[in-house]
């Protein structure tokens, strides 16, 4: 069941019910007056915030124990909290975390976690784009919000200063990067590994465009350029592969998506992909779904079953050649 199922029936049931007007005594129209003297009082940055405040409701985590929703939630659990909580209609648009939430990210007003185990929110996203990934305000904000009317003013002012706003995002970066030592950022070795080794064996005319390997800015300032010499607009409603390459003779694209927990090419992923390929004028689209072990790739296609036809096949650990994955029988004899 999608997450905005499970929180929408939850909601009309009468087990998860909206926030009050304020929360930890901070209200909409407190958080407005703050947002609006740095330039961020846009309606949905306004309530992402109040969706953080929330120490009422429980962690949308299913496995998270003892942890409250400002706890740490992710760009979904943010977008489902805005969307049936707060508003009660729908769920927002998760692609709007580049308008509703890295605003917030870029002054140092949220700071990312990940829960790292039932009882443990370490910091940073050492795993690109783990549903683990979350958000929460930093406690310098709070403390400006919940200051009375009078105080917060000359606190937002030496907050907002230009050095305090460099300091925060250094000391996000060392514990994030402090963290990530913790884990292991498997996903991201294996997006490195088909750059550094599958695309200069197989995509040798090929230039990469994009990659996505964490959960920083969606788009690069060098990959914006790429993009254009490509003649390519990305669309907030754009679901964008981990790499996607560009042959500048042919006019072809290329999709490889690398997978450690889910992420395969299938059906779906393949149309979706042809239409963006088609609508950017492109010749043809081709299509990777990368592996780390023979082992992990048996366990997935064991039970789903779900790599496109016409699509390739590549293993890490197996690298020195590819697969083509058909439905067709012809040129066997």
């Known amino acids: 069941m999608k997450l ?3 929180i929408g029936g939850r909601v009309k049931e009468g087990s998860l019910i909206s926030p009050g007007k304020s929360l930890q005594d901070v209200t909409k129209e407190k958080i407005e007056k703050v947002l609006k003297q740095i330039s961020r009082d846009k309606p949905d940055i306004i309530d ?12 949308f985590f299913p496995t998270a124990k003892n942890f409250k929703f400002c706890d ?13 909580l707060q508003r009660g209609s729908g769920k927002l648009d998760r692609e709007g975390r580049d308008l509703w939430l890295k605003p917030l990210w870029e002054i140092g007003a949220i700071e990312k976690v990940s829960l790292f185990s039932p009882n443990e929110f370490i910091a940073g996203h050492p795993i690109a784009k783990s549903p683990n990934s979350a958000y929460r305000l930093t406690n310098s904000l709070i403390e400006i919000l ?3 009317d009078g105080q917060w003013e000359p606190l937002l002012r030496e907050w907002s200063r230009a050095d305090k706003a460099r300091e925060r995002l250094e000391f996000q970066a060392k514990q994030a990067a402090l963290a990530k030592t913790q884990v292991d950022a498997t996903h991201e070795t294996l ?11 197989f995509l040798p005319d090929y230039e990469i465009l994009y990659i996505d390997d964490s959960d920083g800015d969606r788009i690069t300032d060098k990959e914006k350029t790429a993009l254009a010499e490509a003649g390519i607009t990305i669309e907030l409603n754009d679901s964008m592969p981990d790499v996607l390459l560009w042959n500048r003779k042919t006019n072809v694209l290329w999709v490889v998506e690398a ?22 004028g492109k010749t043809e689209i081709g299509f990777t779904t990368a592996y780390r072990t023979w082992k992990e790739a048996a366990a997935r296609q064991k039970v789903h079953k779900n790599i496109a036809p016409e ?20 040129g066997l004899f």
């Open 311 to 330: 699509t390739y096949l590549w293993i890490q650990e197996d690298g020195a050649k590819q697969m083509l994955v058909s439905d067709a029988i012809s």
């Open 72 to 84: 740490g939630a992710s760009t979904a659990h943010i977008a489902c909290h805005i969307g049936l």
């Open 48 to 59: 992402a915030v109040f969706a953080l405040l929330d120490d009422q409701t429980d962690s």
């Open 4 to 6: 905005e199922e499970k």
């Open 191 to 201: 997006i490195n590994d088909i750059c550094e080794h599958y695309a200069p064996r």
């Open 259 to 280: 997978v450690c927990s889910d992420g395969e090419v299938d059906l779906h992923k393949k149309e979706n992909l042809k239409r963006f390929a088609v609508r950017h």
């Open 146 to 148: 919940k200051a009375p």
